[in-house]
């Protein structure tokens, strides 16, 4: 085996220096270029000589291995918009990620050359995005927030990598928010009495909403896969409908906003089967519909779209939901059930069926979740009642007798 190079006095060495800040250390070595020369590499702001010396001693190491990278002069804010111009992914994504960037890192690091990005500098912006990151001046980002930066960040940043822009992802080395600390608000669900009052109230009240309510809430279905249905993902005949799309609100800046349609969040197409009672309400629809133009009936006009022909307004949709809630309640009073978001129609539907004694997979299958795992995390409330009876219905088999 090879012994490894002996290192040469002036290879490597750590300096301190005055700042208004305070000292600073800065580190030296050389290293080979791409030309077959060697450069002395300079690295400032390491703000103990023990982060200098760790850093010293990675940059020497990837010398050794043949793994270095020379370090360029191109910063975090041009990186991150090459980056941005070649992502892959759905247009609601790369604006979400374009937005969030423009917001929360560019201000704060965008200038920051990409080869003296580090952990220690990703975990001073988290802690500043958390107290005071908010755009309106209004306080801090939420702990969810800050995670989701941190995933667009490390993954620029892994990119960089590929192009041999930086040898290491510091994001790898920096402690966003844990995912505990990051978990979604908590859902709120109706159980079927309260599911069952509202759309009673809904069908009686306002029916002109009532189909979006009623397909939402037995179906399981997101919002925009809601909207983007067409009469002919719906046969009357099996009984069944086909999710093959989502409606999705696109936003950027200085283009305003559209609504596209793409593939489920999933990317997969599914197919859930409808009740009885929903299957003859969207008969009786598609019969208002037509009555009031024959192209609202069509095989390709949308089951939920507008009297013009076209997409319903998701965000719009949901701020119907919460005024008919509020009508509802001044209505109902002490029966009203308590108020949920519109994305909790689905919840409620899941845990609905859960608690019914549905397998899981069917439910995944309902929702179109990637994998069953995500249903069982998702909705571990629903569980413990579904464990205990489980275990009495085993018992009575090992025992004897019925359950209790």
């Given amino acids: 085996m090879a012994k490894s190079r002996r290192r040469q006095a002036g290879e490597g060495s750590i300096s301190e220096y005055a700042t208004n800040a305070g000292p600073r250390f800065l580190i030296k070595y050389w290293a080979p270029q791409s030309d077959g020369t060697r450069k002395q590499v300079l690295r400032r702001g390491f703000h103990t000589r023990k982060a200098a010396a760790e850093a010293l001693r990675e940059q020497l190491a990837n010398i050794d291995r043949g793994t270095h990278v020379a370090p360029s002069r191109m910063t975090v804010e041009q990186h991150f918009a090459t980056w941005l111009d070649g992502l892959r992914k759905g247009p609601t994504t790369v604006a979400s990620y374009r937005k969030n960037v423009r917001l929360h890192v560019v201000p704060h690091i965008g200038d920051v050359k990409l080869a003296a990005l580090t952990g220690a500098r990703l975990n001073a912006l988290y ?138 969040k999933s990317g997969r197409s599914r197919v859930v089967d409808l009740d009885p009672r929903t299957l003859a309400a969207l008969r009786a629809h598609r019969a208002q519909r037509g009555a009031l133009s024959l192209s609202l009936a069509r095989d390709d006009a949308y089951v939920l779209g507008r009297l013009d022909g076209g997409l319903r307004h998701p965000e719009r949709l949901s701020r119907e939901f919460g005024r008919q809630l509020a009508s509802a309640a001044r209505q109902l009073g002490d029966a009203m059930p308590p108020v949920i978001r519109l994305h909790d129609l689905r919840h409620t539907h899941a845990t609905l069926y859960l608690r019914a004694g549905v397998h899981p997979k069917i439910v995944s299958e309902r929702l179109g979740h990637a994998t069953i795992s995500i249903t069982l995390d998702v909705y571990s409330h629903a569980m413990p009642t579904m464990q205990r009876e489980a275990a009495t219905q085993v018992a009575a088999l090992i025992y004897g007798g019925t359950p209790s």
Avoid at 147 to 155: A, F
Avoid at 208 to 232: D, F, H, N, Q
């Fill in 127 to 264: 802690r500043q995005l958390e107290t005071s990151g908010r755009h309106d001046g209004a306080g801090g980002l939420g702990a969810r927030t800050v995670r989701y930066i941190h995933t667009i960040i490390h993954s620029a940043l892994a990119a960089a990598i590929d192009d041999s822009l930086i040898a290491v992802n510091p994001a790898s080395k920096a402690k966003p928010p844990t995912a505990k600390q990051a978990k979604s608000p908590e859902m709120r669900t109706w159980d079927a009495g309260q599911l069952r009052t509202f759309l009673d109230w809904s069908e009686r009240e306002r029916p002109e909403l009532y189909p979006a309510w009623l397909l939402l809430a037995m179906t399981g279905m997101r919002r925009g896969e809601a909207l983007a249905v067409r009469w002919g993902d719906v046969d009357f005949e099996a009984g069944t409908l086909a999710v093959r799309r989502s409606a999705v609100l696109v936003k950027a800046k200085g283009e305003g906003q559209q609504l596209d349609v793409g593939p489920p």
